[in-house]
């Protein structure tokens, strides 16, 4: 894999991919492993602009030491690469369905099917037309959001992707919609031939948040409480321990899903130990 000027990680390349799905242009950062043979798997990673780098680097050192295979990296991102244009964006792709709790315009929300035909439908030709990797071996990595969208993306479109890593999803959302579309599933199928690994931080749940609030600078708790006003922290850690648990309950024969709580982690600091272990778990590297 050789880089181009355009591209702030060494050894990767950047391109512009538009789609008719979501009617927008999506960058996307694709970088590998050296001395990747022919026909290796791909991980695509959302939300390119916080987590690519981390993955990307993640994965490079694992399959540099021997605990996973070479791998191709691929980061899908936005043109606009403010946060701000990125959180508006990714509440347009990652949401079910519009939630007026959430920040940002519900207009702009629910745009996830039409996400997941772009990554389907779009990206993963595009990728093997222009790279040597093995067209049955893809995996997804979300995160938070993107995590429920991975979730959603399993429970509707599950021959996708071959292999799902989900952190500290947000199953909140929505609210909770996530839940009837796994009943959904559940109703009209008797498998779910998939890999996943779901993990969430140990305080994500309301007493995290005032473990957290605790602290603060007394500025710093009253901000935080005036936010817990407009939208109480729930616990996300039992929602994601329930909706494993309803998962396993179903007995799908070619389901391989992981579930572990992040001791002593919150929501921010979760995602690079999310990131190691999602890539251990769904490639077999020793744990």
Known sequence: ???????ALANT?????SSRHVADEFRIIVGGCEDAPPGVGVLVVLDAFYFYGTALETVRLLATS???KPLLVVGVGYRPVTMAD????RQRDFSPVADPRAEG???MMQGANQFAAFLEEELKPWIGDRFDVDRDDFGL???SQGGLFATHLLLTRPSAFQRYGIGSPSYWYGPKVIFETEQSYANSHDDLPARAYVSIGEYEDPAGDDRHRAQMTPEARAASLRAEAELP????VGYARDLVDRLRSRGY????????VLAGEYHPTAPPLTISRAVRHLYDAPN
Do not use: C, K, S, W
């Open 233 to 236: 922290m729930e616990d996300e």
């Open 1 to 7: 894999m050789t880089g181009n000027d355009e591209a």
């Open 253 to 260: 024969p070619h389901l391989d899903i992981t579930f572990e």
């Open 13 to 17: 390349q950047v391109h512009y991919l």
């Open 66 to 68: 021997g605990h996973v």
């Open 86 to 89: 990125t959180t508006r964006l």
């Open 141 to 143: 990595l979300g995160y």
């Open 105 to 107: 315009d519900p207009a």
